[in-house]
């Protein structure tokens, strides 16, 4: 019998946004799970109809509420993740204790599926906090919990997304922008609606004991990613490799903001590529392939970053 509850835990990020649409249209009744009711409530009410979305409020290491709530359901999809550290939102805390201990709980109860969002180029980071904390995560989820699924993607790009619209907003302000590593590092980035569709099809096709590299159509280097929103936004820039050292004074004061624009660890994980590893199975290798091309989906929301906004006359109706 198919299962139909699922408990998410990151439901109100980007992933989570686009995975409970997908989901409840698919008639599957989803639980989403939110630090903060009040705050997060409101526009997570609005991606599902009624009837299909119940909204809680929990700590996540709030273990008797966890185990209560996972008990409830049939499916456990964990979407956490930060990219910087935060007082008590620590990569160990988010990355390696939670999926370790939510993972336990899942054995114990005997869930049907566990899926572990991680990060595609973490196996050789070794010095990013980043990249140890999720790897950790990952060795832990399948010792207490083997038949646990891990999707590992690249970059996720969509118009609700910190990546391409950081960028764009960037790009759009200044004059010369600087270039780590001379701009080589590799992506393979993949549209948020095709790794929902991977994670759907995962859930129907009732795959387990799994790690999946999450990769959309195209390799990418970081420079031909910032020359490509250029384009895009009708924009022309000045792009000035960096020295590492200097690199590493910016991304020192950079992460003293609230919300960073660049960290030191990010800057340690940005040497390394961000593709297929060959270690593992990739959505293509397993018949879910990425059908979203990184310009084409860029293009439908990048007017908001040309100097006549909507009415840019080289919007695309796409």
Same mark, same amino acid.
């Given at each position: 019998?198919k299962?139909?509850?699922?408990?998410?835990f990151?439901?109100?990020?980007q992933?989570?946004r686009?995975?409970?649409?997908?989901l409840t249209k698919s008639?599957?009744?989803v639980?989403?799970?939110?630090?903060n009711?009040?705050?997060k409530?409101?526009?997570?009410k609005?991606?599902?109809?009624?009837?299909?979305?119940?909204?809680?409020?929990a700590n996540?290491?709030d273990e008797k509420?966890?185990?209560?709530?996972?008990?409830?359901?049939?499916?456990?999809?964990?979407l956490?993740?930060?990219?910087?550290?935060n007082?008590?939102?620590?990569?160990q805390? $988010?990355?390696?204790?939670f999926?370790s201990? %939510? #993972? !336990?709980i899942? =054995?114990?109860?005997? *869930?049907?599926?566990?899926i572990?969002?991680?990060?595609l180029?973490?196996?050789?980071?070794?010095?990013?906090?980043?990249?140890?904390?999720?790897?950790?995560?990952?060795?832990?989820?399948?010792?207490?919990?083997?038949?646990?699924?891990?999707?590992?993607?690249?970059?996720?790009?969509?118009?609700?997304?910190?990546f391409?619209?950081s960028f764009?907003?960037?790009?759009?302000?200044l004059?010369?922008?600087p270039l780590?590593?001379?701009?080589?590092?590799?992506?393979?980035?993949i549209?948020?609606?095709? $790794?929902?569709?991977i994670?759907?099809?995962? %859930? #129907? !096709?009732?795959i =387990?004991?799994?790690? *999946?590299?999450?990769?959309?159509?195209?390799?990418i280097?970081f420079?031909?990613?910032?020359?490509?929103?250029?384009?895009?936004?009708?924009?022309?820039?000045?792009?000035?490799?960096?020295?590492?050292?200097?690199?590493?004074?910016?991304?020192?004061?950079?992460?003293?903001?609230?919300?960073?624009i660049?960290?030191?660890d990010?800057?340690n994980?940005?040497?390394?590529d961000n593709?297929?590893?060959?270690?593992?199975?990739?959505?293509?290798?397993i018949?879910i392939?990425?059908v979203?091309?990184?310009?084409?989906?860029?293009?439908k929301?990048?007017?908001?970053? !040309?100097?006549s906004?909507q009415f840019?006359?080289?919007?695309?109706?796409?």
């Amino acid at each position: 019998m198919k299962a139909k509850n699922i408990l998410i835990f990151g439901g109100s990020g980007q992933i989570g946004r686009h995975l409970i649409r997908k989901l409840t249209k698919s008639n599957y009744e989803v639980t989403a799970v939110t630090r903060n009711l009040h705050q997060k409530a409101y526009f997570l009410k609005t991606q599902a109809n009624a009837g299909y979305l119940n909204i809680v409020e929990a700590n996540i290491f709030d273990e008797k509420k966890i185990k209560s709530l996972i008990s409830k359901n049939e499916i456990v999809i964990n979407l956490i993740g930060i990219l910087h550290e935060n007082g008590a939102n620590t990569f160990q805390n $988010l990355h390696n204790i939670f999926p370790s201990y %939510i #993972s !336990k709980i899942c =054995k114990d109860l005997n *869930i049907h599926q566990l899926i572990h969002l991680s990060a595609l180029g973490i196996d050789h980071a070794d010095d990013s906090e980043y990249a140890k904390s999720k790897l950790e995560g990952e060795i832990n989820i399948k010792k207490n919990f083997t038949e646990a699924t891990i999707l590992r993607p690249s970059i996720v790009y969509s118009v609700d997304d910190n990546f391409t619209t950081s960028f764009m907003t960037l790009l759009n302000r200044l004059p010369i922008f600087p270039l780590y590593y001379n701009g080589k590092t590799k992506f393979m980035p993949i549209h948020c609606s095709d $790794l929902t569709e991977i994670v759907y099809q995962v %859930i #129907s !096709k009732k795959i =387990k004991s799994n790690t *999946i590299e999450c990769i959309g159509p195209e390799t990418i280097s970081f420079k031909n990613i910032l020359e490509r929103l250029l384009n895009l936004i009708d924009k022309k820039r000045i792009f000035i490799p960096m020295p590492l050292f200097f690199a590493k004074i910016s991304a020192a004061v950079f992460q003293l903001f609230p919300k960073p624009i660049l960290t030191i660890d990010q800057l340690n994980l940005l040497k390394y590529d961000n593709i297929s590893s060959g270690k593992y199975k990739t959505n293509f290798d397993i018949n879910i392939p990425s059908v979203h091309k990184f310009n084409i989906e860029v293009a439908k929301y990048c007017y908001m970053w !040309k100097e006549s906004g909507q009415f840019s006359r080289k919007k695309q109706d796409l």
